[in-house]
């Protein structure tokens, strides 16, 4: 059993768990999830690791309520516990010195940045941070970013804070006006990631991204997760979930990703496997 410790909403739909797991703790590194289930009927859906206090013995996870699972987490409180959690899983995300790195971030894709973009930082490398999202209401961690970021940009879809479009917007934006970058870190919706694969690899920009497709045990016994990178079949839980950008199949993940949503809308119940066919890596 796993204690949350913490609860904190911090945009709409979007909570921040502080929980107790010092095993966990101990060894998480950016880029890496874990796998929890709530119940003994419950599924198990995958969730990066924002954070950790390796002294505390705590992770920090951001959970968007989407789907019946994370709906589940959504109405349970500091106090309560989650039966299950594994991890850390997938392999760490690759952070060294490089020179000038802009970190983009879509949605809860934030969350997951921020423990990269600290890393470089710490590092020594220049960070420049974008993050994008649907509107102002649904934005987070700007404060947290900044702490670690030489400057962040923000980018709604609506317009109400930042630049009116999309993340790529800024990012093209920053290129054009003269900023050397010598890798970008896009973690975000996959039509997100793919924008900036393409507009990087037309520049010779060193890109990683951090892949989100179906994942149902995390660690490479379903198959679910298998991704087409470089022309060879990867699983995303164990040999990513971070890989080079301009060596993904995006289109063979985006046709995979809507034919599993698809499926999903005929299931019922979180035993038929509800979150785990419509939810993604990340959440």
Not at 233 to 250: L, R, S, T, Y
Request: aromatic residues 4%; negative net charge; charged residues 25%.
């Amino acid at each position: 059993m796993f204690e949350i410790l913490e609860k904190e909403l911090l945009a709409r739909d979007i909570w921040k768990y502080t929980i107790a797991a010092p095993e966990v703790a101990k060894k998480a590194q950016p880029g890496q999830f874990v796998v929890l289930r709530l119940h003994e009927q419950g599924e198990r859906i995958p969730i990066s690791i924002s954070d950790w206090d390796r002294d505390a013995g705590t992770i920090t996870l951001i959970v968007q309520a989407v789907g019946h699972t994370t709906k589940r987490l959504a109405e349970m409180d500091a106090g309560d516990h989650i039966l299950d959690l594994l991890g850390p899983l997938g392999k760490p995300a690759v952070i060294e010195p490089v020179g000038t790195v802009a970190c983009v971030g879509g949605g809860v894709g934030t969350a997951i940045i921020y423990p990269e973009a600290r890393g470089h930082r710490q590092i020594g490398n220049r960070v420049v941070t974008l993050i994008g999202a649907r509107s102002r209401e649904h934005l987070f961690y700007q404060e947290e970013l900044s702490a670690v970021s030489e400057r962040v940009l923000v980018a709604t879809d609506d317009g109400s804070c930042g630049h009116h479009g999309f993340v790529t917007d800024l990012l093209r934006q920053l290129i054009d006006d003269g900023l050397h970058l010598d890798q970008v870190i896009a973690v975000g919706p996959v039509p997100m990631m793919q924008a900036v694969s393409e507009l990087t690899k037309s520049r010779g920009i060193k890109t990683i991204v951090s892949l989100n497709p179906i994942m149902v045990d995390g660690t490479g016994m379903c198959g679910a997760c298998r991704v087409r990178v470089g022309g060879a079949i990867k699983f995303c839980c164990i040999d990513g979930p971070e890989f080079d950008a301009h060596e993904v199949d995006f289109s063979s993940l985006l046709r995979r990703l809507r034919l599993q949503e698809r499926s999903a809308a005929g299931c019922t119940s979180a035993e038929n496997g509800t979150e785990g066919c419509k939810s993604q890596c990340h959440n």
